[in-house]
C-alpha cells in the first residue's frame, strides 16, 4: 500500500501529490506491476488531498521490496501554477508505504490475561496517590 498525503503548500502540495502518483503508477506499470487506486481525496485543480493505492508486484519483483524507501517528506520548489508574481514556492507530501500482509486471527481468553495497575512515584502530590495511570496487560 501506498497512501500519499499533500502537507504544507495548499493546492500546490495536492498537485505535487499528484505528479508523485502518475510518477508511481508509470513506474509500477512499466515493471509490470498492478496498480489499482483504493481511496482518494481530489481537489478542484487536479491534485489530490489524499490518495491510496494498492502496488501488486510480482514473486520475482516485490513491489514493496522495492517501494519501502519511498516513505517520507518529499518536498519540491517551483513557480506553482497557483502562483500570479513568478515566486519559488516550497511544498511537501508525505508517502507512507506499508506492506499488505495477510490478517491473522488471534483468539485471546480472558481469563489468561493478569491486569496489574500502578501509581507513580515522586513528586506530584495527592493526584501521585489517587491516579492509578499505567496499566500493564501480562
Known amino acids: 500500500l501506498v ?3 499533500s502537507g504544507e503548500g495548499g493546492e500546490e502540495s495536492a ?3 499528484a505528479d508523485l ?3 508511481y503508477t508509470r513506474c509500477a ?3 509490470g506491476w498492478s496498480v489499482r487506486e483504493l481511496t482518494s481525496e481530489p481537489t478542484d485543480l487536479g491534485g489530490y488531498r ?3 493505492i494498492a502496488v501488486a508486484g510480482v514473486p520475482s519483483r516485490p513491489a514493496y521490496g522495492y517501494l519501502k524507501h519511498e516513505g517520507g517528506v518529499h518536498r519540491v520548489q517551483r513557480v506553482p501554477v497557483t502562483e500570479s508574481s513568478g515566486r519559488i514556492h516550497t511544498s511537501a507530501v508525505g508517502v507512507l508505504v506499508m506492506p499488505d500482509v495477510d490478517e491473522t486471527e488471534v483468539d485471546i481468553d480472558p481469563a489468561e490475561v493478569r491486569v496489574d495497575v500502578y501509581r507513580s512515584s515522586g513528586p506530584g502530590g495527592q493526584g501521585v496517590n489517587a491516579t492509578d495511570s499505567a496499566v500493564r496487560l501480562t
Open 3 to 5: 497512501e500519499i498525503h
Open 15 to 17: 498537485l505535487f501529490a
Open 21 to 23: 502518483l502518475r510518477m
Open 29 to 31: 506499470e512499466r515493471v
Open 50 to 52: 489524499t490518495v491510496v
